[in-house]
């Protein structure tokens, strides 16, 4: 719930930041500058979560609106390595820890608040997270373990900008629990580049 917050936090200072530019740069808000349609997005990042963390990557195709070319709905592909609850106690002797392995198909929509270089962006997404889950308890009398894995339906929301064909983004996972009862939402940070959506001359 503080990472949730906190993303809320964020995306208000976004917003705060967008209005501010867009106040001041009406020739970049004004100018008609328009970008190709069709593009693809690649990305690698950070998933930050509680107790632990891990690393992602992910594919979006997406597609700007006609009738309204801030606006663009994509189908995002990602894969998600995190590690829990990794606990050693002070003597060495037992240790435990989660790991969980999530690949996530998910439609997606993203709003360009401005059309200029810098284009700061919210967006969402909806769809399926399948999880893997291996729980695994080990001290010198011996050790448990569990595996499960399982679909959950979920969403996400996210904030960031794109520059160029650099993208930047922060956002947050709603994926439910795996099969071992563990939580499996994240909060992510992700920097890509992407093919296509050129700036039109």
């Not at 979560?49 to 663009?72: R, T």
């Not at 989660?98 to 993203?110: H, I, N, P, V």
């Not at 794109?162 to 947050?172: E, I, K, N, Q, S």
């Amino acid at each position: 719930m503080k990472r949730f917050s906190m993303f809320l936090i964020i995306g208000c200072l976004l917003c705060a930041t967008t209005i501010n530019v867009n106040a001041q740069s009406e020739d970049g808000a004004r100018s008609g500058v328009s970008f190709q349609p069709f593009r693809f997005d690649i990305g690698l990042g950070y998933a930050k979560c509680d107790g632990g963390g891990g690393v992602l990557f992910n594919l979006e195709p997406k597609y700007a609106i006609p009738a309204l070319p801030q606006l663009s709905a994509g189908f995002k592909f990602e894969l998600d390595l995190i590690v829990r609850d990794l606990k050693v106690d002070q003597s060495g002797y037992t240790a435990s820890a989660t790991a969980q392995g999530m690949s996530c198909y998910l439609a997606t929509a993203d709003y360009h608040l401005i059309q200029a270089t810098f284009r700061p962006f919210v967006g969402a997404g909806l769809g399926i997270y399948q999880i893997a889950a291996v729980s695994a308890k080990a001290s010198p009398t011996g050790g448990t373990s569990g595996v499960g894995s399982g679909n959950n339906f979920g969403a996400m929301i996210r904030g960031g900008f794109d520059v160029g064909h650099f993208r930047l983004c922060l956002a947050y996972n709603f994926a439910g629990k795996d099969e071992l009862d563990n939580k499996t939402s994240f909060l992510s940070f992700t920097a890509g580049a992407y093919i296509g959506g050129s700036k039109r001359k």
